[in-house]
Every structure is written in structure tokens, then in C-alpha cells.
């Protein structure tokens, strides 16, 4: 029986291991891939993490791997599909079938990419169509690239394969962007890059590999050439493991305060699963340490019982 689990390996959840490391309990990290580093390891330039001027996010989540590492963690593969609650402690089980007992879960499992739900999305995914610029960008240097979405993601991700393709199109579904103003303004100032607000994906063409998009503005369609389309639409929150249990949900985040807390004692959740207002890497590992923190208290108050 552990005294914590941490399920998920990015910002918050190596954040939480760091505290339990510190802390003296007994704690194990659970992630898919078995390696961690997180969302943040696919941020081409992260400015905006305190004491760090300007680092690729590949840099910070590698860095934060060795620091949870050289305090004792341990990071284990495996995927959860349940996590059943019997108070006193909770029981963890794998899709290997494995089950692990732990008196705490700090459920740290982010988010994923949303979809968009096209015709040619599913269809051509890897074959151009594209969550990840920085992943798959460089495959289509010196090609056309679209770019849905107009949050940093997307201003991000246009900006970086501005670098590596030969032009690349913005298309946001509003005349306003979401990403931070001054993304936006140098993403404005690239001569390779061209904006199209107001209008929407309505499907990506191609047989093989991706030759094209539809666009909708207005009710008007027009098809534009391109070979790689890359969607940023925003992210959804990995929670399905959780079902099980009676927790607060919001549009599918986890309700729970800066504490981390959620509705069934014992559980919290840390970063991008939970119902917050700002979701960044700082914001994630700060629930990280409140995660940990109130964990801690709990097990003390379940010894003093
Ligand atoms: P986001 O901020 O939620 O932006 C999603 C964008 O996709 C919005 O512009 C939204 O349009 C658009 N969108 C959503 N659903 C759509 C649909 N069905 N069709 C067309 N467009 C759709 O997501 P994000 O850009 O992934 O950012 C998530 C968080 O991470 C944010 O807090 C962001 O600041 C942070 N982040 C930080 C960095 C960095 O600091 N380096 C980098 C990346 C992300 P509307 O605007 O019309 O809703």
C-alpha cells in the first residue's frame, strides 16, 4: 500500500512527486508512455516560466524529469482505466489488469488535443493532418501549412512553421484572437504568414495525403491548396478513469479548489484537469505543490484518527 499515487508524469503531476519525495512518504508516478515530461515538453519556447528566460518546453520537462528523479521518484509505466474509492484507501486499476492500493491519488493526467470532427480529419491524421507542430512540422518544409484555431497554441504553432514551411494560413473562427497580444503581433509581422479570421474548416481534402482544405465563411465555401493542416482547437481533459468515482465536474474539469481537493476525500487533482481560469505550465506545477501539500495533511489527520 502506497501512501500517494500520482497519476500522470507533466508539470503538476513531477511537481507533486517533488513535494512526496521531500516529504518522506511512500509514493509512486504512473504514466502512459512511462517517461514524463508532460504537454509542456511539445512548447517550441516557453518565456514565460518564472527563473527561466526563454527555454524550449522540450528543455523544461526534461529538466524537471531529472530534478523528480534525482529526489527518489519513480516514474512507472502504466495506464489506469479505473480508480475505485474505498476511503480508507483507494484501489488503482491498470489496463494490464494490475491493481495498486494507495490511501491518496493525485490524478494529474492533463489534456488531450481536441478534434475537430471534419470530413478528412480522422481519416488523414499523420498523413498532414496534424496536432503537434512541433512534432510534425518539420515533414513539410517548404510546404503549404494551415493552421485551425487562435488561442497561443495556434499562434505558436503558426509562428514556428512559418520557419520551416513555405507559407502558412491562420484560420480563426472569430475576427478577435484569444492568444496573448503579443503573440499575435509577431505572428502579424511574418511576410510568409496569412490570416483569415471569420471563417471556418469545414473539411481537408486528399486521397493518400492531404492536398487541400474547404473553407466556410459566410455560408460561402472556397478550396485552398495545402499539404498539411495542423488543428489547435484547444484541449480536452483526461478524467474517463475517474468515472467511477462521484466527482464535481464542469464542462468536463474537475471542480476542486487551490487546494486541489475534490468531492471524494483522498482524491485531488492537479493542472489541466481542473476547473481553473488560466492553464500554463506555472499555474500546473503550482497545483503541483497544493496537490502534495494537501495530501500530506490528509494522511497525517488519517494516522492521528
Ligand atoms: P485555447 O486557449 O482554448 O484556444 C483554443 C482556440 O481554438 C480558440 O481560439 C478557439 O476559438 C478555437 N476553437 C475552439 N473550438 C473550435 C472549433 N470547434 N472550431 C474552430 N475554432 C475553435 O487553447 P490553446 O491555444 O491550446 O491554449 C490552452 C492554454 O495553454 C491557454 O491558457 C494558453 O494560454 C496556454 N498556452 C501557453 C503557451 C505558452 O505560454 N508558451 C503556449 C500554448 C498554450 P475562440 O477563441 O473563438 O473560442
Not at 499515487?5 to 503538476?12: C, D, E
Not at 482505466?81 to 476511503?87: E, L, P, T, Y
Not at 484569444?178 to 509577431?186: G, I, L
Not at 489541466?272 to 506545477?285: G, P, S
Request: aromatic share 6%.
Amino acid at each position: 500500500m502506497y501512501d500517494v499515487v500520482i497519476i500522470g508524469a507533466g508539470m503538476s503531476g513531477l511537481t507533486a512527486a517533488i513535494y512526496c519525495a521531500r516529504a518522506g512518504v511512500s509514493f509512486i508516478v504512473l504514466e502512459q508512455d512511462g517517461w514524463g515530461g508532460g504537454q509542456i515538453t511539445s512548447a517550441h519556447h516557453v518565456e514565460n516560466y518564472p527563473a527561466v528566460s526563454a527555454v524550449t518546453g522540450a528543455y523544461l520537462g526534461e529538466a524537471l524529469r531529472h530534478q523528480a528523479l534525482d529526489l527518489g521518484c519513480k516514474i512507472e509505466q502504466g495506464i489506469v482505466s479505473r480508480v475505485v474509492d474505498f476511503g480508507e484507501y483507494k484501489k488503482i486499476i491498470l489496463h494490464s489488469g494490475m491493481e495498486i492500493k494507495t490511501h491518496v491519488v493525485i490524478a494529474a493526467t492533463g489534456a488531450q488535443p481536441k478534434k475537430l470532427g471534419v470530413p478528412g480529419e480522422e481519416r488523414l491524421l499523420g498523413r498532414g493532418v496534424s496536432y503537434c507542430a512541433v512534432c510534425d512540422g518539420a515533414f513539410f518544409a517548404k510546404k503549404g501549412a494551415f493552421v485551425i484555431g487562435g488561442g497561443d497554441t495556434a499562434v505558436e504553432d503558426a509562428i514556428y512553421l512559418a520557419d520551416i514551411c513555405q507559407n502558412v494560413t491562420v484560420v480563426h473562427r472569430r475576427q478577435g484572437f484569444r492568444a496573448a497580444k503579443s503573440r499575435v503581433a509577431h505572428l502579424k509581422t511574418l511576410k510568409n504568414v496569412n490570416i483569415r479570421t471569420g471563417e471556418t474548416l469545414s473539411s481537408i481534402t486528399g486521397e493518400d495525403m492531404v492536398d487541400g482544405v474547404e473553407l466556410s465563411c459566410g455560408g460561402k465555401m472556397r478550396h485552398f491548396d495545402a499539404q498539411c493542416v495542423f488543428i489547435a482547437v484547444g484541449s480536452e481533459p483526461q478524467t474517463g478513469y475517474l468515472a467511477d468515482l462521484p466527482l464535481e465536474l464542469d464542462a468536463g474539469y474537475i471542480v476542486a479548489g487551490e487546494s486541489c481537493k475534490t468531492a471524494v476525500p483522498g482524491i485531488y487533482a492537479a493542472g489541466d484537469i481542473r476547473k481553473k481560469e488560466l492553464r500554463q505550465a506555472v499555474t500546473a506545477a503550482a497545483d503541483g505543490a497544493n496537490a502534495a501539500f494537501s495530501a500530506l495533511q490528509f494522511l497525517q489527520e488519517q494516522r492521528n484518527a
